[in-house]
């Protein structure tokens, strides 16, 4: 089995968005790695979409986006928003 240049380039476009993540935000790294393969997955579904829909594609894109984007945006919002788990976070960090 060979890379082509396709592969190779989602390859690194999701590479280059877990890096991102990584260095700028605070999320949790495999949330990052959720949220870079999302980036792929729907790079290679808005390419596709002219020529082909393929159902394994839409089942993955689907999936990506409600166990791994969804609560990411969720966590993101809530414990960015709420006092409350602000508040446990230090207790924690303070206890630790």
Do not use: H, N
């Not at 877990?18 to 999302?38: C, D, H, P």
């Not at 839409?58 to 508040?87: A, D, H, K, R």
Request: with cysteine; proline share 1%.
């Amino acid at each position: 089995m060979y890379l082509s240049d396709r592969s190779i380039r989602l390859l690194a476009l999701g590479l280059v968005v877990f890096a991102y993540l990584q260095v700028f935000t605070g999320l949790y790294y495999m949330s990052e790695l959720g949220i870079a393969l999302f980036a792929g997955l729907a790079v290679k579904f808005l390419q596709d979409l002219g020529k082909r829909i393929e159902i394994r594609d839409l089942i993955s894109f689907m999936s990506v986006l409600q166990w791994i984007i969804g609560p990411s945006w969720l966590i993101i919002s809530f414990l960015t928003t709420s006092s409350t788990i602000w508040l446990f976070r230090k207790m924690c960090i303070w206890t630790s």
